[in-house]
């Protein structure tokens, strides 16, 4: 026996596939999103360079900035030294003074006032123990909201 389905209305097998699979890219393409933050705001890092790295002295070295491509304060950036391939923790600059980034003293020269980082400001290094400075420097600085290296000197004493 043939029974016969009068009246009936739903959505056919395949109409209801190709909606489950849309919803599912739809879904997945928003989670892409959030988790890699393509919507973030974030400013990209700034590109430039140091100029001259030159010896002051036995236990001092002094590192100056060259041209950057936007205004770049000193307090969105960070410093480490590396000594023959061993470096230390990177630390915040500020805007002008001292600030000890592992066992050495780093002097901030900010010529401008401005807190920005210009040609011709400086970075002195020396040997917080005012030991001599032997073998190969590099000197880094560091984009703090992503961590990206901005520019580095180098310089065997």
């Given at each position: ?42 400013p990209p890092p700034p590109s430039g360079a140091f100029g001259i790295a030159e010896k002051v002295s036995n236990d001092t ?97």
């Amino acid at each position: 026996m043939m029974s016969k389905r009068m009246g009936r209305s739903g959505v056919s097998p395949i109409i209801a596939t190709i909606l489950l699979v849309g919803i599912t890219v739809v879904l997945s393409s928003v989670l892409y999103v959030m988790v890699t933050e393509l919507g973030s705001n974030s400013p990209p890092p700034p590109s430039g360079a140091f100029g001259i790295a030159e010896k002051v002295s036995n236990d001092t070295m002094k590192v100056s900035f060259g041209s950057f491509n936007k205004d770049t304060d000193f307090t969105d950036c960070k410093v480490t030294i590396e000594h023959d391939g061993n470096s230390a923790t990177a630390v915040a600059l500020v805007s002008s003074g001292n600030i000890t980034v592992g066992p050495y003293n780093v002097m901030i020269t900010d010529l401008g006032g401005d807190g920005r980082i210009s040609p011709g400001d400086h970075l002195t290094v020396s040997n917080t123990n005012g030991g001599s400075m032997n073998g190969k420097y590099t000197v880094y600085l560091i984009w703090a909201q992503d961590g990206s290296v901005i520019a580095s000197a180098s310089l065997n004493m």
